[in-house]
């Protein structure tokens, strides 16, 4: 089998095909990834290697369609068919020859995740289960391609059978969806055949064991049919008979037997057996917290998915199938809307996109929308950017809404110029189950009964004094405020009113950092601070938070009434300069002087205060006008968003236990243009060039010799 394996790679490279193969793979791959990394800035190779799979359908069969034929057009198969060496290890041979020179340019993309690593947070774990997923697709395209040679003795015939069978296969999902777009028995029994499905499962960040079954055993089972194809021919030379042939057919039907119930048993295997998240802030996999807030359901729930099975998402399916395994209460079930399409009126007044879930409890439902799934980073109004997955945070957030009797009530303040808050804060809100709504203080001749929290969000117009007594008079009777001053220049005298009932004002200057490590990039007053621990940080207390145009807090912890407790403190190399907002932008001079004020500074702080029948009014001021916004929060991904809800949590006493913040997918990478293109022009021209050239030369002497 050696021998035979070394002649054929040597047969490749002495030829021109096997230099075409490579500098063909190069081009394709170089233009992808020109394109999804260098330019796009994706941080894996998922996309590239999908994109060179549509090459494969043509590749493959060039490659295969010589390995038996060309010996059966020869008449040189009449050695392999009287040699002493087996069929199996003469098969074995040339196919392992073909997986060599098809494995070329997989090794040299394999090398790419290594050396961008250094460049930046690369997705390792998705880029090398792609590139698995790759290679076997390959294997087991190489093995159909030899079984196909072996049935004829021209080349272009077994290069069309097997071009034909790999095309169908990889376009085999869009013929079921022009088939029906509901899905029956037919779509279900093509959708065995869907070749190309199994790498895409591959290559969303999951190591899909389905799918690695489905290559391996289908590439033996086409190695099984190709040893089968050459011995009935041998058979046929040394005078077999019909029992021969009954027993070749017999064999062929106990492997696809075989092949079939090996994939069945794969596709059943638990949940949590069969896909392995690979993602490196583990997308896919259900949290701690997530597991043993599912283990104490004692209700069943029913989610519905509105959405055809065979066109799910992949992504919400396996999340909702590892739910479904922790839990006999929960049960799932695909809801067909064009089957079904007034299903959702029972439990919404307009219809949901494809693929949101209703999750129904005993006492009530609710809709998330399958846009709610996923984060989004708007460039404009046809183009955005995913940038998270939120599917086990809004299913828990579901999950605990339907089981909880009661919600508490949180209410905005409007009507001041106030800095509104943003999707991912507002969806904070909604997971943990708060009712939000906003106040114009103006309309009501009270705060409403019913709030256990207020949110005063940076107003730029000052309050009236009427506003203000409103405020004071429901933190009179135990209400709760979270509070944030905006950074300016007006006056807000009554606005301050507030702040001063629970003793707080706020310095004038803006604070800056001398160690470098204290703040983001060059720029030393967008700030990293210290993170006290609180019952209201507790879920970032080791972590960090962003907070840019901090300032600083002042408050006289001697006052008997009030109880102070920092939250987010600034280090003793921080200072105060006085600015006005708009002399910031063109400061380049940040070097501390004499006048300027000495850290450390209080930037949060909770107050607690005795009011009335000896109740607690507790008030949270953060002195960061944009510490709540998605700006902020995608520099320190997901933890500015944990701190507001751990904050809003606390204050209105919330009764759930279990919050899962978004799960943000790696940021894009970043090159110049000069880059890319030095990159783009060393993959995509030089290098396929280069082994053109290679190639011709090669073959051209060889032809002389």
């Given at each position: 089998?050696?021998?035979?394996?070394?002649?054929?790679?040597?047969?490749?490279?002495?030829?021109?095909?096997?230099?075409?193969?490579?500098?063909?793979?190069?081009?394709?791959?170089?233009?992808?990834?020109?394109?999804?990394?260098?330019?796009?800035?994706?941080?894996?190779?998922?996309?590239?290697?999908?994109?060179?799979?549509?090459?494969?359908?043509?590749?493959?069969?060039?490659?295969?369609?010589?390995?038996?034929?060309?010996?059966?057009?020869?008449?040189?198969?009449?050695?392999?068919?009287?040699?002493?060496?087996?069929?199996?290890?003469?098969?074995?041979?040339?196919?392992?020859?073909?997986?060599?020179?098809?494995?070329?340019?997989?090794?040299?993309?394999?090398?790419?995740?290594?050396?961008?690593?250094?460049?930046?947070?690369?997705?390792?774990?998705?880029?090398?289960?792609?590139?698995?997923?790759?290679?076997?697709?390959?294997?087991?395209?190489?093995?159909?391609?030899?079984?196909?040679?072996?049935?004829?003795?021209?080349?272009?015939?077994?290069?069309?059978?097997?071009?034909?069978?790999?095309?169908?296969?990889?376009?085999?999902?869009?013929?079921?969806?022009?088939?029906?777009?509901?899905?029956?028995?037919?779509?279900?029994?093509?959708?065995?055949?869907?070749?190309?499905?199994?790498?895409?499962?591959?290559?969303?960040?999951?190591?899909?064991?389905?799918?690695?079954?489905?290559?391996?055993?289908?590439?033996?089972?086409?190695?099984?049919?190709?040893?089968?194809?050459?011995?009935k021919r041998r058979y046929s030379v040394s005078g077999g008979g019909l029992k021969n042939s009954?027993?070749?057919?017999?064999?062929?039907?106990?492997?696809?037997?075989?092949?079939?119930?090996?994939?069945?048993?794969?596709?059943?295997?638990?949940?949590?057996?069969?896909?392995?998240?690979?993602?490196?802030?583990?997308?896919?996999?259900?949290?701690?917290?997530t597991k043993a807030f599912v283990a104490e359901l004692s209700d069943d729930i029913h989610i519905?998915?509105?959405?055809?099975?065979?066109?799910?998402?992949?992504?919400?399916?396996?999340?909702?199938?590892?739910?479904?395994?922790?839990?006999?209460?929960?049960?799932?079930?695909?809801?067909?809307?064009?089957?079904?399409?007034?299903?959702?009126?029972?439990?919404?007044?307009?219809?949901?996109?494809?693929?949101?879930?209703?999750?129904?409890?005993?006492?009530?439902?609710?809709?998330?929308?399958?846009?709610?799934?996923?984060?989004?980073?708007?460039?404009?109004?046809?183009?955005?950017?995913?940038?998270?997955?939120?599917?086990?945070?809004?299913?828990?957030?579901?999950?605990?809404?339907?089981?909880?009797?009661?919600?508490?009530?949180?209410?905005?303040?409007?009507?001041?110029?106030?800095?509104?808050?943003?999707?991912?804060?507002?969806?904070?809100?909604?997971?943990?189950?708060?009712?939000?709504?906003?106040?114009?203080?103006?309309?009501?001749?009270?705060?409403?009964?019913?709030?256990?929290?207020?949110?005063?969000?940076?107003?730029?117009?000052?309050?009236?004094?009427?506003?203000?007594?409103?405020?004071?008079?429901?933190?009179?009777?135990?209400?709760?405020?979270?509070?944030?001053?905006?950074?300016?220049?007006?006056?807000?005298p009554n606005f301050e009113r507030i702040l001063d009932y629970y003793g707080v004002s706020v310095?004038?200057?803006?604070?800056?950092?001398?160690?470098?490590?204290?703040?983001?990039?060059?720029?030393?007053?967008?700030?990293?601070?210290?993170?006290?621990?609180?019952?209201?940080?507790?879920?970032?207390?080791?972590?960090?938070?962003?907070?840019?145009?901090?300032?600083?807090?002042?408050?006289?912890?001697?006052?008997?009434?009030?109880?102070?407790?920092?939250?987010?403190?600034?280090?003793?190399?921080?200072?105060?300069?006085?600015?006005?907002?708009?002399?910031?932008?063109?400061?380049?001079?940040?070097?501390?002087?004499?006048?300027?004020?000495?850290?450390?500074?209080?930037?949060?702080?909770?107050?607690?205060?005795?009011?009335?029948?000896?109740?607690?009014?507790?008030?949270?001021?953060?002195?960061?006008?944009?510490?709540?916004?998605?700006?902020?929060?995608?520099?320190?991904?997901?933890?500015?968003?944990?701190?507001?809800?751990?904050?809003?949590?606390?204050?209105?006493?919330?009764?759930?236990?279990?919050?899962?913040?978004?799960?943000?997918?790696?940021?894009?990478?970043?090159?110049?243009?000069?880059?890319?293109?030095?990159?783009?022009?060393?993959?995509?021209?030089?290098?396929?060039?280069?082994?053109?050239?290679?190639?011709?030369?090669?073959?051209?002497?060889?032809?002389?010799?």
């Amino acid at each position: 089998m050696a021998a035979i394996y070394k002649r054929e790679v040597r047969a490749f490279f002495h030829s021109f095909i096997g230099w075409l193969y490579l500098a063909a793979m190069f081009l394709m791959m170089g233009i992808y990834f020109t394109y999804f990394v260098m330019l796009y800035g994706e941080p894996n190779i998922a996309y590239v290697l999908q994109g060179s799979l549509f090459l494969l359908q043509f590749a493959v069969p060039i490659l295969t369609m010589r390995s038996l034929a060309e010996e059966r057009k020869q008449k040189t198969d009449q050695l392999i068919l009287t040699a002493p060496v087996s069929v199996l290890k003469i098969v074995l041979g040339k196919y392992l020859a073909l997986l060599t020179v098809y494995a070329v340019p997989a090794v040299v993309v394999g090398i790419v995740p290594l050396v961008l690593s250094f460049f930046g947070e690369f997705q390792m774990g998705v880029s090398y289960t792609a590139l698995l997923g790759f290679f076997l697709y390959g294997a087991f395209a190489l093995a159909a391609g030899v079984f196909f040679s072996s049935l004829t003795e021209s080349p272009i015939i077994a290069a069309i059978l097997t071009f034909v069978v790999l095309f169908l296969g990889y376009l085999m999902a869009g013929i079921c969806s022009m088939i029906s777009q509901t899905g029956n028995f037919l779509t279900r029994l093509l959708g065995i055949f869907d070749m190309a499905g199994r790498f895409d499962a591959m290559a969303d960040g999951s190591l899909y064991v389905p799918s690695v079954v489905y290559y391996i055993s289908l590439a033996i089972f086409f190695l099984f049919c190709t040893v089968q194809s050459i011995q009935k021919r041998r058979y046929s030379v040394s005078g077999g008979g019909l029992k021969n042939s009954a027993y070749r057919i017999g064999l062929f039907f106990v492997a696809v037997e075989l092949t079939v119930a090996v994939n069945i048993l794969a596709e059943k295997m638990p949940e949590n057996m069969r896909s392995l998240d690979v993602t490196s802030n583990k997308m896919y996999t259900l949290t701690d917290e997530t597991k043993a807030f599912v283990a104490e359901l004692s209700d069943d729930i029913h989610i519905y998915v509105m959405a055809n099975e065979e066109y799910k998402d992949e992504n919400l399916d396996k999340t909702l199938r590892k739910l479904e395994a922790l839990s006999k209460h929960i049960t799932v079930t695909y809801v067909d809307p064009l089957l079904n399409p007034q299903f959702y009126s029972n439990y919404a007044e307009t219809e949901p996109s494809s693929n949101s879930l209703i999750v129904v409890g005993p006492a009530r439902s609710r809709v998330i929308d399958y846009y709610n799934i996923y984060g989004y980073d708007y460039y404009s109004y046809y183009e955005y950017q995913i940038t998270g997955y939120d599917g086990e945070g809004q299913i828990v957030a579901a999950l605990d809404y339907v089981t909880t009797d009661t919600m508490p009530k949180l209410y905005v303040v409007g009507g001041h110029n106030e800095l509104e808050l943003e999707g991912q804060f507002i969806q904070t809100i909604q997971k943990k189950n708060i009712d939000c709504e906003p106040l114009l203080l103006l309309s009501v001749d009270e705060v409403p009964e019913d709030a256990q929290a207020l949110i005063l969000n940076a107003p730029l117009n000052d309050y009236s004094e009427d506003d203000v007594d409103k405020i004071i008079a429901y933190l009179e009777k135990g209400g709760n405020a979270v509070i944030i001053p905006a950074w300016t220049d007006t006056e807000l005298p009554n606005f301050e009113r507030i702040l001063d009932y629970y003793g707080v004002s706020v310095t004038e200057g803006i604070i800056l950092e001398e160690d470098a490590d204290s703040y983001y990039g060059q720029i030393p007053y967008l700030l990293f601070p210290q993170v006290v621990y609180d019952e209201m940080t507790e879920s970032v207390a080791d972590s960090v938070v962003f907070v840019p145009y901090a300032q600083g807090l002042l408050y006289d912890e001697a006052v008997q009434d009030i109880l102070y407790a920092p939250l987010l403190l600034t280090k003793e190399t921080s200072y105060s300069k006085t600015y006005q907002p708009e002399e910031l932008e063109i400061e380049t001079d940040f070097n501390k002087t004499d006048n300027d004020q000495e850290g450390p500074f209080v930037i949060a702080v909770r107050a607690k205060k005795t009011v009335e029948n000896n109740e607690i009014s507790n008030g949270v001021v953060v002195a960061v006008e944009f510490f709540f916004t998605e700006d902020a929060d995608s520099i320190v991904p997901g933890n500015n968003v944990r701190a507001f809800g751990n904050i809003i949590g606390t204050l209105v006493e919330q009764k759930s236990t279990i919050f899962i913040p978004m799960k943000l997918y790696t940021a894009m990478m970043t090159f110049s243009t000069r880059t890319a293109a030095i990159v783009g022009l060393l993959s995509v021209v030089i290098l396929p060039l280069c082994l053109l050239v290679i190639g011709f030369i090669i073959w051209f002497r060889r032809r002389r010799g």
